[in-house]
């Protein structure tokens, strides 16, 4: 399918065949489309905070002839889960920063199982909230698209990878650990840089430029190992 970018089929193969999944923020539902198309979802909810991309979704949604497969829901983050007394398998957040996607979770409750989150900016906050719940990483990815790299995580609040270290918190149990990995270097030189900029604009006795060196000395140190493995 032609709308389907490789951020979204990313998001989507965290899906199992026969879940009920709920896509917050779901814009013009091209995901929703893709999940009923490919078989993954026994049932599909599809929320937006504003009118104006559900009355696009919905077009959407019939012009592809799976209206009848996904309900449309005009609601704010996750409340209306509870609120509708709704079990779902999996909920996808994606399209916002982590600071957005912390507030939606702010209403996180027991009618859900599992998250699929791609956010646009750092998981690091993401992954202190799992942490800080004693959740679980069932799976993560990193994927590139439109130059772009996202990572993206399922939290599972069952089984699955613990977050227990310092690199596990800022770089992901299962990303860090996976060998050879050009797109973890890729994302890990680009923060090294952006984070190398950041100190020279700051005095050196300020308590943002020594957290900012003790993040750059955790890059290091996976870049290392990701050198090693290169040659190895």
């Not at 399209?95 to 956010?119: A, F, P, Q, T, W």
């Not at 995580?153 to 990878?161: D, H, R």
């Amino acid at each position: 399918m032609s709308i389907i970018t490789p951020r979204l089929l990313a998001i989507a193969n965290m899906i199992f065949d026969g879940e009920i999944v709920a896509d917050i923020g779901t814009d013009h539902a091209y995901l929703p489309i893709y999940l009923v198309k490919a078989g993954k979802a026994t049932k599909i909810y599809a929320t937006d905070i504003a009118k104006e991309p559900l009355s696009i979704a919905k077009t959407n949604l019939m012009n592809f002839n799976v209206i009848d497969d996904v309900e449309l829901i005009l609601a704010d983050g996750i409340k209306w889960i509870k609120q509708k007394n709704i079990k779902i398998s999996s909920c996808i957040i994606a399209g916002m920063g982590s600071s957005s996607i912390l507030n939606i979770l702010k209403n996180d409750n027991e009618n859900i199982d599992c998250y699929v989150i791609c956010s646009t900016t750092d998981l690091l906050l993401i992954r202190k909230w799992i942490k800080q719940n004693k959740y679980f990483i069932e799976t993560e990815t990193l994927v590139i698209d439109n130059e772009i790299i996202y990572e993206i995580i399922k939290i599972n609040k069952f089984a699955g990878y613990k977050i227990k270290t310092k690199l596990d918190l800022f770089f992901g149990p299962i990303i860090r650990r996976k060998e050879n990995n050009d797109l973890l270097r890729q994302n890990l030189y680009k923060e090294e840089q952006k984070i190398t900029t950041l100190m020279n604009e700051i005095p050196k006795k300020t308590k943002n430029y020594k957290q900012f060196l003790k993040r750059k000395k955790l890059i290091n140190k996976m870049l290392k190992k990701e050198k090693k493995n290169v040659k190895t």
